[in-house]
């Protein structure tokens, strides 16, 4: 039996013309380094855990603090002691979303490790960090880079699939326009994907 949904058949033409359209190949290094930009630029993500107890889905907005593995293994500062870190460590499976207000959009799947490592934590410590977490006036949760409740999140990615526009608004404007006139998908997107064998050859 098939794990795929479909609700037609188009016969030998394409139900997804979008896709068909805009999907771009192209050397692994610039797609690499588009996302790698696209993420700097955003700077803020929608990171999706597990909750253990019922096995819903729950997203939450994080800056972006570091990357690593080429650009693709991202790193992001946690309260060990909050919901997320909890959700982790019964599924460490992990989704990183990211947006902008051009519709450009990137997803990256993967595996998360909840970091305590003190010298990794104050490589990318931020004081910033103390009113996040506060400071208890016990000497020892200060909200510093010693405070154990500082930790990192870094998100080992496995694939990554994302849209960037390919031409200005002027132009997506035309070829939208003459899609809806035509019925023919507009070629707007730079649409690709990054497979798992190849984040592999990036980490390598």
Same mark, same amino acid.
């Given at each position: 039996?098939?794990?795929?949904?479909?609700?037609?058949?188009?016969?030998d033409?394409t +139900?997804?013309? *979008?896709t068909?359209?805009?999907?771009?190949?192209?050397?692994?290094?610039?797609?690499?380094?588009?996302?790698?930009?696209?993420?700097?630029?955003?700077?803020?993500?929608?990171m999706?855990?597990?909750?253990?107890?019922?096995?819903?889905?729950?997203?939450r907005?994080? +800056?972006?603090?570091?990357?690593?593995?080429?650009?693709?293994?991202?790193?992001?500062?946690?309260?060990?002691?909050?919901?997320?870190?909890?959700?982790?460590?019964?599924?460490?499976?992990?989704?990183i979303?990211?947006?902008?207000?051009?519709?450009?959009?990137?997803?990256?799947?993967?595996?998360?490790?909840?970091?305590?490592?003190?010298?990794?934590?104050?490589? *990318? *410590?931020?004081?910033?960090?103390?009113?996040?977490?506060?400071?208890?006036?016990?000497?020892?949760?200060?909200?510093?880079?010693e405070?154990?409740?500082?930790?990192?999140?870094?998100?080992?990615a496995?694939?990554?699939? *994302?849209?960037?526009?390919?031409?200005?608004?002027?132009?997506?404007?035309?070829?939208?326009?003459?899609?809806?006139?035509?019925?023919? +998908?507009?070629?707007?997107?730079?649409?690709?994907?990054?497979?798992?064998?190849?984040?592999?050859?990036?980490?390598?």
């Amino acid at each position: 039996m098939s794990d795929k949904f479909s609700n037609t058949d188009t016969g030998d033409k394409t +139900a997804d013309p *979008y896709t068909a359209k805009n999907k771009d190949e192209t050397s692994l290094k610039e797609k690499v380094d588009d996302l790698v930009t696209f993420m700097e630029r955003c700077k803020f993500g929608m990171m999706t855990t597990r909750i253990g107890s019922n096995g819903l889905l729950v997203s939450r907005c994080m +800056a972006l603090a570091a990357k690593e593995g080429g650009g693709l293994d991202l790193l992001f500062h946690t309260n060990t002691e909050s919901g997320k870190t909890d959700d982790l460590k019964s599924d460490p499976k992990i989704n990183i979303a990211f947006l902008n207000s051009s519709g450009e959009w990137a997803s990256i799947s993967g595996v998360a490790s909840i970091e305590t490592d003190r010298a990794l934590v104050s490589k *990318y *410590y931020s004081p910033a960090l103390k009113a996040w977490v506060g400071d208890l006036g016990d000497g020892k949760h200060d909200g510093g880079p010693e405070d154990p409740r500082i930790g990192m999140i870094k998100v080992n990615a496995v694939t990554a699939t *994302y849209a960037i526009v390919n031409q200005n608004i002027v132009g997506r404007g035309v070829e939208f326009a003459k899609g809806v006139a035509t019925g023919s +998908a507009p070629n707007v997107n730079k649409l690709r994907e990054i497979s798992e064998d190849e984040v592999k050859q990036c980490e390598s």
